[in-house]
């Protein structure tokens, strides 16, 4: 199967810092990426859909100026949780489609915490 | 409104048994249903994807497409230990959208005690 890697894997930071994290796929080109966000004991909420080369389309009520994403090649998409604070603790997921039977490949997902 | 709903249980079954998850959605023109599995504090893997009405089976997992009543199931034969996990539900609703945006059901927590 398709393989997509996510890093870092857990990120322990302080109010106020920002946070990078990257998705890449390994194995195929990923011509959309997705970004989700999960809360404990909750599904999966997207946060945005990013296609390389353009800017990310948003979900209603995800603050684009606060989740900054990037897809600068069809491998890679980056999310920068920016002035990070405790509400914003949470599991990080993306996942990526080559666009195949709108198939989604998830990475093994980030956890935030924010002090 | 988009919705993806499942039965949230959970549900428990003992090892050897079938497990039968189940899902409705809101939009009749939804052309791709996925199920995926989560194992607590891990990210979703894809169990099985169906596009056409009918049965689709692969190993022990067998999904079923019923579009006119807007209704998708896992069944899981011979559950083992190992299956225990949330099973999530996940249906394309962008009507003749490419942006292939997935909306995810709550999901459903299976236990397969021994």
């Known amino acids: 199967g398709a393989v997509v890697s996510q890093h870092p894997s857990r990120v322990i930071c302080k109010s106020g810092t920002s946070v990078k994290i990257e998705c890449r796929s390994l194995d195929f080109q990923a011509t959309t990426m997705f970004w989700y966000r999960q809360f404990p004991k909750q599904s999966l909420m997207l946060m945005a859909t990013s296609n390389e080369g353009s800017k990310a389309t948003y979900e209603q009520g995800v603050e684009k100026d606060k989740f900054l994403i990037n897809h600068a090649s069809l491998t890679l998409s980056t999310l920068t949780v920016t002035s990070a604070h405790p509400e914003d603790s949470s599991f990080y997921i993306c996942s990526a489609s080559s666009g195949l039977g709108n198939i989604q490949y998830f990475g093994a997902g980030t956890r935030l915490s924010v002090l | 409104q988009k919705e993806v709903e499942q039965n949230s249980g959970p549900l428990s079954v003992p090892e050897g048994a079938i497990a039968s998850l189940n899902c409705t959605y809101s939009d009749r023109v939804s052309q791709s249903f996925f199920w995926y599995r989560q194992y607590s504090g891990k990210s979703p893997e894809l169990i099985m994807s169906?596009?056409?009405?009918g049965d689709k089976e692969d190993g022990r997992f067998t999904a079923q497409l019923n579009k006119a009543s807007q209704y998708v199931s896992l069944l899981i034969r011979d559950s083992q230990p190992s299956d225990s996990a949330t099973y999530l539900c996940?249906?394309?609703?962008?009507?003749?959208?490419?942006?292939?945006?997935?909306?995810f059901g709550r999901g459903t927590q299976l236990t397969v005690w021994p």
């Open positions: 169906i596009y056409s009405n």
């Open positions: 996940a249906v394309n609703l962008d009507r003749g959208s490419t942006l292939g945006r997935l909306y």
